[in-house]
């Protein structure tokens, strides 16, 4: 199982940015791909999911109507596209493989999530 992050990087607050997650290595038909962040000093946190089976998606309150998450499944890619940033979202960006997709706030669980990526940094000044 791998899992690539692409895109981060420094943008201005207010700004946009779009994330992307190459998956292999599995196939995973009832999982998921999360997006995770994780700042200095702080726990990392679950940030949206998307469906393998039928493209659900959740996402935190921290980012719901600012960050989409979608995929396109011909290139096992999985974006997160993140609008009107703020710089309370500087963090390392993670994808994660999940094999099981659950519902509602336990779709964000870490522990639920076995492969991780390396992590993109995507910083946002002010």
């Known amino acids: 199982v791998q899992l690539v992050e692409s895109g981060g990087g420094l943008v201005q607050a207010g700004g946009s940015r779009r994330l992307s997650c190459a998956a292999s290595?599995?196939?995973?038909?009832?999982?998921?791909i999360g997006w995770f962040r994780q700042a200095p000093g702080k726990e990392r946190e679950g940030v949206s999911c998307?469906?393998?089976?039928?493209?659900?998606?959740y996402y935190a309150d921290s980012v719901k109507g600012r960050f989409t998450i979608s995929s396109d499944n011909a290139k096992n890619t999985v974006y997160l596209q993140m609008n009107s940033l703020t710089p309370e979202d500087t963090a390392v960006y993670y994808c994660?493989?999940?094999?099981?997709?659950?519902?509602?706030?336990?779709?964000?669980?870490?522990?639920?999530?076995?492969?991780w990526g390396q992590g993109t940094q995507v910083t946002v000044s002010s």
């Open positions: 290595g599995f196939t995973f038909d009832a999982g998921a």
């Open positions: 994660a493989a999940a094999p099981l997709y659950y519902s509602g706030r336990y779709s964000l669980l870490k522990e639920l999530y076995p492969y």
């Open positions: 998307i469906s393998s089976r039928d493209g659900s998606t």
